[in-house]
């Protein structure tokens, strides 16, 4: 088994193979999707919706991203593991960036930190990896910046933006990230950003054309309450398996029917 690091995600692109990327909150769930063969784990600070049951990913602290990424490494042998640098743990300071991004690697065990960048971030991002630490730049709809886009909507249509976005896409690059999230973006755009640079792209409401794609777990396995965003493809129903195992259960006990011999010590 050999393990998947920053350089071998990197080397992907040049090599025309697609980088799968998942999300994941627990060591169970991490094991299961290390073992079918997924190239990166994120802890992303999605946590914040998809397991704090917060309406944005705002309240999200640095100290919960090491507690749930210290979890997911245990589930963890081959896949690469990267861990989303919360809201306000970056973004204040270089100093703050710098040990913030340390913690997740010395206590928590990740080995990329994930920021969202736009142009006043970008000397965090090569400070941070000017220290050993790989980056990875997110681009587009950056849901920490929610409050000020208003909703989460997509980003860089009409000329100016795009070119905004093109420009980003080649700064993140050159202050050194080994690759980019593009989230909520057209098609055509994402096509350009990756045709644009050498490091890979991985999209999630980008399109076809990224280097990789990246999905919530909860959404990709039907867990997340409808309705979910049009980039999410379902690919199981686990909303229904839970609701209709958790009623079969709830039946049994109230008739009886559980436990039963069979499930008894003598
Ligand atoms: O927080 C997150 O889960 C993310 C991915 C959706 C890219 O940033």
Do not use: W
């Amino acid at each position: 088994m050999k393990k998947i690091t920053a350089p071998v995600i990197r080397s992907m692109k040049a090599e025309r193979q697609k980088i799968v990327m998942v999300t994941a909150y627990d060591a169970a769930t991490a094991r299961m999707v290390d073992e079918a063969g997924v190239d990166m784990v994120l802890v992303g600070d999605s946590l914040g919706n998809v397991v704090q049951g917060l309406p944005n990913t705002l309240p999200v602290t640095i100290e919960d991203m090491i507690y749930t990424t210290r979890m997911v490494s245990r589930g963890i042998s081959r896949a690469h593991l990267a861990a989303d640098m919360p809201f306000m743990s970056y973004q204040a300071s270089k100093e703050d960036a710098l040990r913030n991004a340390g913690r997740l690697i010395k206590e928590a065990g990740a080995e990329s930190v994930k920021l969202e960048i736009n142009e006043d971030y970008v000397e965090t991002l090569y400070s941070i990896q000017k220290t050993g630490i790989p980056v990875i730049g997110h681009i587009g709809l950056c849901p920490q910046s929610v409050l000020e886009m208003g909703g989460y909507k997509v980003q860089g249509r009409g000329g100016k933006e795009a070119r905004r976005l093109v420009n980003l896409a080649k700064m993140v690059e050159a202050a050194g990230a080994f690759s980019l999230v593009l989230e909520s973006i057209p098609r055509s755009l994402a096509r350009e950003i990756t045709n644009s640079v050498r490091i890979p792209t991985i999209g999630i409401g980008a399109g076809p054309d990224c280097d990789g794609q990246v999905l919530v777990i909860n959404d990709l396995l039907g867990l997340s309450p409808e309705p979910t965003p049009r980039f999410v493809k379902k690919y199981a129903e686990l909303r229904e398996v839970v609701g209709k195992s958790t009623r079969a259960f709830i039946e049994d006990v109230r008739s009886g029917a559980f436990p039963s011999e069979e499930h008894s010590y003598d």
